[in-house]
T-cell receptor, first 115, second 117 residues
């Protein structure tokens, strides 16, 4: 069965600290896709990144970076030099080739960046 | 980029009222849309898959007669919460993929915060 686990429910960091949000997934499909979304207090979901199961190359985008490791079924998200505007709930999600566009969301990690 | 518009953003109404929420894809066609419900400090739970021109597919435990879904065109899906009660108070979010395929990110509406008094 497919499943996404975000073990960290809430994290608080002081501004400018680095923070890593963990995501562990389960799937039996060999072709799958992993996503991260940000949900600020206003509620909308903002797409951050997509990764496919065949590409384990890590990615960096500004202060954001993602570490995809198939060996541990993890897709972790790191924010470098955190800022107050990073405060939000972050969701990791999985989709699989055999279930099309359907997403499976993790429970989310609430990040608070303290000024 | 692809945009999904959801309306209204907030509804406050009395118990027993039926509430309609609209989800529109603004610059692309969406044969499939998804409806989620999110309780405070919880994840998004898929309620149903809305299919253009055919019946919606509901997740286990979601009452079809309570949450009516209509997907009459390639750009519009509606969710009607019939005879809403306080326990239906939640944040409802729709999404649509920019294209079919598991590799497509979902484009989300801004959500509807429903409060039933």
């Amino acid at each position: 069965a497919q499943k996404v686990t975000q073990a960290q429910t809430e994290i608080s960091v002081v501004e400018k600290e680095d923070v890593t949000l963990d995501c562990v997934y389960e799937t039996r499909d060999t072709t799958y896709y992993l996503f991260w979304y940000k949900q600020p207090p206003s509620g909308e979901l903002v797409f951050l990144i997509r990764r496919n199961s065949f590409d384990e190359q890590n990615e960096i985008s500004g202060r954001y970076s993602w570490n995809f490791q198939k060996s541990t079924s993890s897709f972790n998200f790191t924010i470098t030099a955190s800022q107050v505007v990073d405060s939000a709930v972050y969701f990791c999600a999985l989709s699989q080739r055999n279930t099309g566009n359907q997403f499976y969301f993790g429970t989310g990690t609430s990040l608070t960046v303290i000024p | 980029g692809a945009v999904v518009s959801q309306h209204p953003s907030r509804v406050i109404c009395k118990s027993g009222t039926s509430v309609k929420i609209e989800c529109r894809s603004l610059d692309f066609q969406a044969t499939t849309m998804f409806w989620y419900r999110q309780f405070p400090k919880q994840s998004l739970m898929l309620m149903a898959t809305s299919n253009e021109g055919s019946k919606a597919t509901y997740e286990q435990g979601v009452e079809k007669d309570k949450f009516l879904i209509n997907h009459a065109s390639l750009t519009l899906s509606t969710l009607t919460v019939t005879s809403a009660h306080p326990e239906d108070s939640s944040f409802y979010i729709c999404s649509a993929p920019g294209a079919l395929g598991a590799n497509q990110p979902q484009h989300f509406g801004d959500g509807t915060r429903l409060s039933i008094l």
